[in-house]
């Protein structure tokens, strides 16, 4: 890790929010395109426009970097499967934001492909309570007779995400099945009413109850 030190005066006079920001936009790139162990922070900080060492003094070095990054994704994501909302629409908004936000769904795959136990996933206990969330959610489906006894609501929500990240990890699939670029704003649309359509038939639909305030 780079030594932390103190900006230089042309430095401190940059608006620190706005460079901060800079530096966090080029992660999100840098991240997705290539994952946390092959990210480079001099890559990051060319994407940046900023001195190298800026990281180090805002958010001491990569592992600090890649934490900020992935508090705001998971802000992000509190944002599009807020538990008031219904199933069916978490996952079209999830896979919509291949058309707003392309680097989302390539940090949640890559966080996947690098997973080596919960010990070297610092997102692992957020993840398991927004994840929980929706699981409970396929449960009261399930509870008020919706979705099939037999029906283990859990791995169903494992599979609603993978089939949501397919634009992400199977594009090649989808060209040669579908014959169109499998991250066109087109296709993606198209492909998030479809699978909202599929959760609903599944008679995940309703909106969840509110929580009980007791």
Known sequence: MSPRRSPTPQERQRDPERTRK??????????????????????????????????????????????????????????????????????????????????SPRLFAWAGLQYDGPSSDPDQGVRTERLQASVEQLRAAQTAGRLPAEVDPATLLIMLMGA???????????????????RSPEFLRHYADQIALVASQLGLDATPPPPDPA
């Open 22 to 103: 800079l530096i966090l936009d080029a992660a999100a790139t840098e991240f997705a395109a290539h994952g946390y162990a092959g990210a480079r922070i001099s890559a990051i900080a060319s994407r940046a426009g900023v001195n190298q060492q800026l990281i180090s003094y805002y958010f001491d070095g990569k592992e600090g970097l890649y934490q900020a990054m992935s508090e705001l994704w998971w802000q992000r994501q509190a944002e599009l499967a807020s538990p008031e909302v219904a199933l069916p629409e978490q996952l079209r908004r999830f896979v919509l934001e291949g058309v707003t936000s392309p680097e």
């Open 164 to 182: 949501s990240m397919a634009a992400t990890t199977l594009p090649h699939v989808i060209e040669g099945v579908c014959g169109v670029d499998p």
